[in-house]
């Protein structure tokens, strides 16, 4: 694709997950909580997946630049991210049992996808494509990392909008999570058109994606105001 002003949206989105990323390494910092250190992890990957789609679009195609962005865009692109909110949602042992089952899956496939030889008549100067991929086996991976990122991360936050929607104390939280699930929902979509070579659609829907997700954590995490003599019980952020 040549270079245009959709070309430019990668650069927007990196800034903004990075943004994001240190918000919630402060958070970490401030709180503790592992579902804040994965959450972290997961928009710093997101930066580093858009950052590399900057390179290949405005500079050009470059095999490391490839296999950086296939590991950290197609298979880290939402995992560390969902990884959070299993974290948050279910008890302490089984989240670690569940992380050590991601990071082997995702050390397996990023070592398969580094070590992949590349067919360079498929390659494109300024687009990224997992079919330059001559094992083509290891595309495998990608679908079945993304379907986990999807229910942990989508899935769950649509789960906690839906507790929260009718109670009035809860509404920041019914909004921040409906945001963060549709913020999760987009980038997928936008993956989708790119097999057809429609590649601005996702660098659209990458950007609007991670503004969701962000000011979705904002409402998410916002405390209204109640009386000192209220009682109340809150659940974790």
Known sequence: ???????????????????????????????????????????????????TESITTLIGWREPV???????????????????????????????????ALV????????CVWLAPI????????????RVLEWSWVRAFSPFINTYAFIFLAGT???SAWRFRTRRETRARFIGNTLIALGAL??????SFTRFGHTDVLYVTELIGIILMFAGYRFAIHQPQ????ASIVSSPV
């Open 1 to 51: 694709m040549p270079p245009g002003p959709v070309a430019y949206l990668p650069l927007a989105t990196t800034v903004v997950a990075l943004a994001f990323s240190a918000t919630l390494f402060r958070r970490f910092h401030a709180k503790g909580g592992l579902h804040l250190l994965w959450w972290g992890i997961g928009t710093l990957t997101y930066a580093f997946g858009t950052i």
């Open 186 to 191: 987009l980038p997928g979509i936008g993956g």
């Open 66 to 100: 490839f296999r950086l962005w296939y590991i950290t865009g197609a298979l880290l692109g939402g995992a560390p991210l969902a990884q959070g909110s299993v974290y948050l949602h279910l008890p302490a042992r089984t989240a670690h049992r569940m992380t050590i």
């Open 226 to 229: 109640r009386p000192a003599h």
């Open 157 to 159: 936050a649509a789960w």
């Open 104 to 111: 082997t899956v995702v050390v397996v496939a990023a070592t």
């Open 119 to 130: 067919d360079l008549a498929l390659v494109q100067a300024h687009r990224l494509t997992g």
